[in-house]
T-cell receptor, first 112, second 116 residues
Framework: KQEVTQIPAALSVPEGENLVLNCSFTDSAIYNLQWFRQDPGKGLTSLLLIQSSQREQTSGRLNASLDKSSGRSTLYIAASQPGDSATYLCAVGSGNTGKLIFGQGTTLQVKP | DAGVIQSPRHEVTEMGQEVTLRCKPISGHNSLFWYRQTMMRGLELLIYFNNNVPIDDSGMPEDRFSAKMPNASFSTLKIQPSEPRDSAVYFC??????????????FGPGTRLTVL
């Protein structure tokens, strides 16, 4: 059974810092991996999707990497801003059916 | 596009009552997902549909939960009878393609359910 873990559960950094969020999964036979952002009281917004054949994806200040063999993914946020404060969720796609298994998330606070 | 639409946004009901949550996916999307989010268990997939057909309902917790998708633009999640432990935020999501490579899922704003 696939299990997804995110560490740390919470993170607080000063504005301008570069930071890394971690995601690990137990079964390396994944179809893809997605990173989402969730603001308090809101739904999830997709940030990046990495197919199993890819090693990384970039969007603006965000860069996500994938290492299937070690069961790890990282989300790198460059030059963090207070507006980046949110919960970041990692989700693993197992099989080609669209089914996602989510981690518990990392709650990020960027202080001005 | 209006995105995924869910109603109601908030629902407060008493134990034993029937609850119906509604979802309108993004037009043209072929896959629809129902999730439940709680502090204890995080985000869990309950059921998903491809082309209006339920594919995997293994996440549905009990027979009290049922979901339907009568057409491509509407789905319901029903709880009957409701219990306090059903209190959670329920999300609906849709994606473009049915089967094949997983596509980006677009989430609705969620329905916050409180069962007293």
């Amino acid at each position: 059974k696939q299990e997804v873990t995110q560490i740390p559960a919470a993170l607080s950094v000063p504005e301008g810092e570069n930071l890394v969020l971690n995601c690990s999964f137990t079964d390396s036979a994944i179809y893809n991996l997605q990173w989402f952002r969730q603001d308090p009281g809101k739904g999830l917004t997709s940030l990046l999707l990495i197919q199993s054949s890819q090693r990384e994806q970039t969007s603006g200040r965000l860069n996500a990497s994938l290492d299937k063999s070690s069961g790890r993914s990282t989300l790198y946020i460059a030059a963090s801003q207070p507006g980046d404060s949110a919960t970041y969720l990692c989700a693993v796609g197992s099989g080609n059916t669209g089914k996602l298994i989510f981690g518990q998330g990392t709650t990020l606070q960027v202080k001005p | 596009d209006a995105g995924v639409i869910q109603s109601p946004r908030h629902e407060v009901t008493e134990m034993g009552q029937e609850v119906t949550l509604r979802c309108k996916p993004i037009s043209g999307h072929n896959s629809l997902f129902w999730y439940r989010q709680t502090m204890m268990r995080g985000l869990e997939l309950l059921i998903y549909f491809n082309n209006n057909v339920p594919i995997d309902d293994s996440g549905m917790p009990e027979d009290r939960f049922s979901a339907k998708m009568p057409n491509a633009s509407f789905s319901t999640l029903k709880i009957q009878p409701s219990e306090p432990r059903d209190s959670a935020v329920y999300f609906c999501a849709s994606s473009l393609r049915a089967g094949g490579p997983v596509d980006t899922q677009y989430f609705g704003p969620g329905t916050r359910l409180t069962v007293l």
